[in-house]
């Protein structure tokens, strides 16, 4: 079956420092990838996706970015955080799943890193 | 107007009672529906996909109006487990998936 890992779950870090999460999918290949954010009280917010290798499509011009070096791999980086950046990030894959007329691309998600930025 | 509007929360109801949650989206072309579930401080799960035909799952309902462009949830005999934010979901062309800022459910004994 497929698993999906974050990490890490929690951490708070100063503004201006660095930023570093890593997702990462077993039992599947060749998954369609995918950066959430989630601030306190909001909706999710799609910041990238990703079809393949090297492949990064974003959502939100901002001071993130994310990477895929590996087909199972997704991270998501920050070169100095702000502190609009704290919220809850969450990796999730899309593969097939349930009925065809839904189509592929149900999305299955990590449990989630939530940072603090003071 | 943003691209999947949902009833503003929290509903509070008594167990037993039936809720109804509603969901509007802004683009006619989306190809798949989907409502999640999430629990405080975790991750949305599925808890179904929406199908044209309406589609049932124990408790939960859900329905599909594509001319209306809008989307329900019904939960019949609600039970303090039920206690939830309730996303409703929407994919549209290529590979974007748009979430909804969610709908809170409290179910109090």
């Known amino acids: 079956s497929q698993t999906i890992h974050q990490w890490p779950a929690t951490l708070v870090q100063p503004v201006g420092s660095p930023l570093s999460l890593e997702c990462t999918v077993e039992?599947?290949?060749?998954?369609?990838l995918y950066w959430y954010r989630q601030a306190a009280g909001r909706g999710l917010q799609l910041l990238f996706y990703?079809?393949?290798?090297?492949?990064i499509s974003s959502e939100v011009p901002q001071n993130l970015s994310a990477s895929r070096p590996q087909d199972r791999q997704f991270i998501l980086s920050s070169k100095k955080l702000l502190l609009s950046d704290s919220g809850f990030y969450l990796c999730?894959?899309?593969?097939?799943?349930?009925?065809?007329?839904?189509?592929?691309?149900?999305?299955?998600f990590g449990a989630g890193s939530r940072l603090t930025v003071l | 107007r943003k691209e999947v509007e949902q009833d503003p929360g929290p509903f509070n109801v008594p167990e037993g009672a039936t809720v109804a949650f509603n969901c509007t989206y802004s683009?006619?072309?989306?190809?798949?529906f989907f409502w999640y579930r999430q629990d405080c401080r975790k991750e949305p799960k599925l808890l179904m996909s929406?199908?044209?035909s309406g589609n049932e799952d124990g408790r939960f309902t859900a329905q599909l109006n594509r001319a209306s462009q809008y989307i329900s949830l019904l939960i019949r005999d609600s039970k303090l487990s039920d206690s939830a934010t309730y996303l409703c979901v929407v994919k549209t062309g290529g590979f974007k998936t748009i979430f909804g800022a969610g709908t809170r459910l409290f179910v109090k004994a």
């Open positions: 683009n006619s072309a989306s190809q798949s």
């Open positions: 990703s079809v393949g290798i090297g492949q």
């Open positions: 929406v199908y044209s």
């Open positions: 039992g599947t290949s060749n998954p369609n």
């Open positions: 999730a894959w899309g593969g097939a799943g349930g009925n065809t007329e839904a189509g592929a691309n149900v999305l299955t």
